[in-house]
């Protein structure tokens, strides 16, 4: 047999630089000011060091020779596509009530101009805020606006410590702009105490939209398509979420990268497969310097959002990059409503931003494992004498090591019944009141909107429990709806094999925004859509070896056409000391027609080995053409670990 002779977890090690697509133009205060177009204007992305009036942080950097001076823990430099050069490294991203959000720090005394054209009918949107320092402080935010020789304050604003416990003062602002137009210079302002890490939260300047587009990319963690009623499931798990695929697109056959949530979300978000980004451990952060989705979108004019759960779609690991506030909450891990947090904060985002063209990422871990929906909904599917109404699996099964236990049916259709009713639950809490919203404002017709997930999950269906350990269809086949604006190409159902990566592709094309210099591993979906392309897409999946101290070792699966192939690397001894149950006996090579046997339950690798031979070729090929680079390593903080220990990923 062929062998693989890659080790990915070296490849993650090994760095070849990757250059930002393009030089980013700015508009600066001595450059022509922006056209009066309808686009968001970013003040971060416009700070060159000719805009700095006077700042403490420009006077320590040329005092001590260092290009960024000190700033508080828990802030990064801004990275985005687009946001410029940083001068004194005063753009960052600091975490604000549970979001990572872009902000220029200003201590007291800044003083920062920017020569612009104020569009017709706009609004200036900004935040104001202190991280606590050494001493008690106290600043003085004033935005000053001189029109045709009239000087005017927008808002003035004074911010101070009232309590011995706050690390955050911080307040958002909305100034109606409509009885200015034309050029203008804008200047933002503190006072104060020294000592002081004043910032401004992302000041933007944007037209009120009389119509656009918006874009809402919904991950549901660990949800199997099968469990949906648009996918032919018979329990009314799903009510929401088929009515919105009635004004779809609906893929029956979309595989994803990984069956864990860390790696496929990285696909997700960049096009990338596995093998590329080479996030694929539990300590792996995105290479910098990797372009995705919510990077090109800002470039092009959208407001960037997320609301997560965190855990390992949590900013620590890169993925706020190219978002102007990416939320991360706790809650949305920790509590048995996880999903209706994450529901009431998304509505009410919707309200404060239904004025702008927007790109919004929502994500949920609530299918995920505990299985622990409130009441009603924990009780909805429970056949008679079911013995639990809420269960933790891994606690249940002894830890990981009982990962591959054998339990009675009863206990398993238990176990089915309170997965169900947490995706009942899901679709009652968020996705019918976002749909509600989206109406109820009237964007819902102008909004593209994608629902997916990154992996599903197992019941036993071949001898193990939860996901992150193997490559069936049973944790690599997610749910694919697409409603494009306009309901274009709804009711369209598709039965090719398509990929995750391709939704990144399929957004830019549909918005008229090239990719071809992108690199991207995806395609999309247009074409298949219109019927211009049927050949099933190829997909690469890959699960590393051991990640998470699973014991389990390295997976690769790859199709051609409704040939799929699995790889599997063999257990060693130590490795199976570890299982209270031993794993299932599987052959090195795996292949299946899922055209005649979905349920992959019969191997016809011995008797197709040409089929599974030139896979493997294909398998190779991938990994010979990939890019190398060194993912970073992610500082797990005491939050950070909190949330994936509740996941059952870490103890």
């Known amino acids: 047999m062929l062998l693989i002779k890659c080790n990915l977890m070296k490849m993650s090690r090994i760095k070849i630089g990757i250059l930002l697509i393009g030089g980013i133009l700015l508009f600066i205060c001595c450059q022509t000011p922006p056209t009066p177009k309808e686009k968001i204007y970013r003040f971060i992305d416009n700070l060159e060091k000719e805009n700095i009036v006077i700042s403490p942080l420009a006077d320590i950097a040329e005092g001590t020779e260092e290009t960024v001076p000190p700033f508080p823990v828990k802030s990064y430099p801004v990275l985005d596509l687009g946001s410029g050069s940083n001068p004194y490294g005063i753009k960052r991203k600091l975490n604000i009530r549970e979001a990572e959000n872009n902000v220029i720090f200003s201590p007291p005394r800044s003083r920062y101009v920017f020569d612009i054209h104020i569009p017709e009918n706009s609004v200036l949107e900004c935040g104001t805020g202190i991280v606590k320092g050494p001493k008690p402080t106290t600043t003085v935010f004033t935005i000053e606006i001189d029109i045709g020789g009239h000087k005017e304050i927008l808002l003035q604003k004074t911010h101070a410590f009232s309590r011995e416990d706050q690390k955050r003062v911080f307040q958002p602002h909305k100034i109606d702009m409509s009885s200015f137009q034309g050029r203008a210079r804008i200047s933002f302002g503190t006072e104060g105490t020294d000592q002081n890490y004043s910032f401004w939260l992302n000041p933007v ?47 029956f056959n979309t595989f994803s990268s990984s069956s864990w949530t860390l790696p496929a979300h990285v696909s997700l978000l960049t096009s990338l497969t596995c093998f590329h980004h080479q996030v694929n451990y539990e300590y792996d952060k995105m290479d910098s310097s990797m372009i995705t989705l919510a990077d090109v979108l800002r470039q092009k ?11 390992f779609v949590n900013a620590a690991y890169g993925f706020s990059k190219g978002f102007d506030s990416y939320g991360q909450s706790a809650q949305g891990i920790h509590q048995k409503d996880a999903s209706e947090w994450i529901g009431r904060s998304t509505l009410k985002w919707i309200d404060n931003h239904k004025d702008k063209d927007f790109f919004l990422f929502i994500h949920t871990y609530q299918p995920h494992n505990p299985f622990s929906s409130p009441p009603p909904y924990n009780t909805m599917f429970l056949e008679e004498n079911s013995e639990w109404t809420e269960i933790d699996i891994l606690k249940y099964l002894g830890g990981k090591e009982g990962v591959f236990k054998n339990i009675p049916d009863k206990e398993i259709k238990n176990i089915i019944s309170l997965y169900d009713a947490e995706i009942r639950y899901t679709d009652d809490v968020l996705i019918k009141p976002l749909m509600n919203k989206l109406e109820e404002t009237g964007l819902y017709n102008q909004t593209m909107i994608i629902l997916t997930s990154d992996h599903g999950e197992e019941f036993y269906d071949h001898g193990g429990w939860e996901h992150g350990h193997t490559l069936y269809n049973e944790l690599l086949k997610v749910p694919l709806i697409i409603k494009f604006p306009g309901e274009e190409f709804a009711g369209t159902q598709i039965q090719t094999i398509v990929r995750l990566i391709d939704i990144m592709p ?28 049927k050949r099933d897409r190829i997909f690469l999946a890959y699960k590393a070896d051991n990640i998470l101290k699973s014991h389990i070792p390295q997976k690769i699966s790859a199709n051609e056409g409704t040939d799929k192939l699995i790889l599997n690397k063999k257990f060693t001894d130590e490795q199976l000391i570890f299982f209270q149950s031993p794993p299932p006996d599987l052959p090195p090579v795996e292949l299946y027609n899922l055209s005649e046997h979905s349920l992959e339950k019969n191997n016809i690798a011995d008797s197709k080995v040409k089929t599974s031979n030139r896979l493997i070729r294909l398998i190779n090929e991938a990994l010979a053409r990939a890019t190398y680079r060194k993912t970073e390593r992610v500082e797990i903080d005491e939050s950070l670990l909190e949330q994936l220990k509740a996941l059952g990923y870490l103890r």
Not at 213 to 228: E, P
Not at 507 to 532: A, H, T
């Open 205 to 251: 300047l944007y037209p009120k939209k009389k119509k656009g587009t918006n874009i809402i990319l919904i991950s549901i963690d660990t949800l199997r398509a099968d469990h949906l009623g648009c996918y032919g499931y018979q329990r009314e798990t799903s009510p929401a979420i088929d009515s919105l695929a009635e004004d779809s697109s609906l893929f």
């Open 301 to 311: 004019n959208f407001y960037c959002s997320a609301h997560t759960g965190g855990g």
């Open 506 to 533: 399929t957004v830019l094309e549909k918005l008229g925004i090239s990719s071809k210099d992108l690199k991207l591993d995806g395609k999309s979906l247009i074409p298949v859509l219109k019927n211009k392309e």
